[in-house]
C-alpha cells in the first residue's frame, strides 16, 4: 500500500532543531559533513538486519527496508546535485518525486542486503565528495525546481538531516512493531 506523499518543506530544519529526531543541523563543522555520512552508513547493516525490516509500522510509515532504499538514493541524488553547484552556475537541479521513485523501484520488495551494500557505496562516494569542498566552494549556489535556494554548506547541512532522521524513524517503527 503507498504511503501519503510527504509534502512537507522541510528546510526549517536549517533554522531549528527537529522536534522529532532532535538532530539540529545549525551546530557542527560544515567540513565534518562526510564524517557524519560515514556515521549515519555505519547503522543501516544492523538496522538492515532486523527481523522485522520488511513491516511497516502503521499504514503511514514506510518500512526499514523502505526507508533505506530512500536513504541510498537521496546519498546518489545529492551527489549529483553537489556536483552540480561544483561544477555549474546556480543550477536548478530537475524535480525528484521521492515517492514515485519509491512505488517504481519496488522498495520493499528489495533485497536488504543488495541495499545495505548499495546505501554504502553511494554513502561513501557522497562523503567523499563531501571531503573535497573547501574554501569558497562552500559559498556556491544552486536551487530545487520549487525555488528553495542553498548554498554548498546549507544543502550539506539540509541533506545531513534525512538519513539521521530516518535512522530514528526506522528505530521508532521497530519499537512500535515490537510492542
Known sequence: MPIVPDTKDWTWV?????PECRFDVRFF???S???LIRNNVAEWPELLL???VLMRPSD???SGLEYACHVRDV???????LRMMLEQDDPTYPNWDQDATA???NYGGQDPHLVVHELTEAGETLAAAFDRVSGEQWERTGARSDGARFTVESFARYLIHDPMHHVHDVRLGYDLLER
Open 33 to 35: 559533513v562526510g564524517s
Open 50 to 52: 532486523h527481523p522485522l
Open 103 to 105: 512505488l517504481e523501484q
Open 60 to 62: 503511514d510509515r514506510w
Open 75 to 81: 546519498f546518489r541524488l545529492y551527489d549529483e546535485r
Open 29 to 31: 563543522p560544515r567540513d
Open 14 to 18: 536549517l533554522e531549528r532543531v527537529c
